[in-house]
T-cell receptor, first 114, second 112 residues
Framework: KNQVEQSPQSLIILEGKNCTLQCNYTVSPFSNLRWYKQDTGRGPVSLTIMTFSENTKSNGRYTATLDADTKQSSLHITASQLSDSASYICVVSAPHGGYQKVTFGTGTKLQVIP | EAQVTQNPRYLITVTGKKLTVTCSQNMNHEYMSWYRQDPGLGLRQIYYSMNVEVTDKGDVPEGYKVSRKEKRNFPLILESPSPNQTSLYFC???????????FGQGTRLTVV
């Protein structure tokens, strides 16, 4: 069972609307949580990184929140644009020896339509 | 421009024919990793490297080898590719554990 679960699997929204993507994780201990945007056929691009002591981080129209107690994170996209169409991946890192073991969610595929 | 460069971008090969996918980063990052991405499974780590000559297995290392002879390069080697290694491969690098990882553009490998 994947220790990082994302929902919904896919989402279609109208241009200009807001949306929220969810990430629940069971990874423990926890070092940081990242949200990535992946365009089709391209490599993931980092949107936000949060350590356990941070509960919100913004990057333009993207705002990520983190509740380390409930092990939940969300990514809120404001005033969506057609270029927001992509997969959004939640990644949780945990200490593993001298490195960080990373666990990826399977992503939420967002489609923004005119 | 800061980047991670993978080559080739696309590759079709036959079972058993050794191949190498190269990865190079120009950011002087210590950490580098290889991932494969398969539908419905997300990205899974194959191998990672914390520094030159320091490598370790990720979650799915079987059938792969890596080397880190110099900081900027981290090639992925398939000694005897099999059809189940058909996948989309990504290389990534980061300065340290709490900074963003930069991903390459991906290598789509098909083994027939």
């Amino acid at each position: 069972k994947n220790q990082v679960e994302q929902s919904p699997q896919s989402l279609i929204i109208l241009e200009g609307k807001n949306c929220t993507l969810q990430c629940n994780y069971t990874v423990s201990p926890f070092s940081n949580l990242r949200w990535y945007k992946q365009d089709t056929g391209r490599g993931p691009v980092s949107l936000t990184i949060m350590t356990f002591s941070e509960n919100t981080k913004s990057n333009g129209r993207y705002t990520a929140t983190l509740d380390a107690d409930t092990k939940q994170s969300s990514l809120h996209i404001t005033a969506s644009q057609l270029s927001d169409s992509a997969s959004y991946i939640c990644v949780v890192s945990a200490p593993h020896g001298g490195y960080q073991k990373v666990t990826f969610g399977t992503g939420t595929k967002l489609q923004v339509i005119p | 421009e800061a980047q991670v460069t993978q080559n080739p971008r696309y590759l079709i090969t036959v079972t058993g024919k050794k191949l190498t996918v190269t990865c190079s980063q120009n950011m002087n990052h210590e950490y580098m990793s290889w991932y494969r991405q398969d539908p419905g499974l997300g990205l899974r780590q194959i191998y990672y490297s914390m520094n030159v000559e320091v490598t370790d297995k990720g979650d799915v290392p079987e059938g792969y080898k890596v080397s880190r002879k110099e900081k900027r390069n981290f090639p992925l080697i398939l000694e005897s590719p099999s059809p189940n290694q058909t996948s989309l491969y990504f290389c990534a690098s980061s300065a340290d554990k709490n900074t963003e990882a930069f991903f390459g553009q991906g290598t789509r490998l098909t083994v027939v």
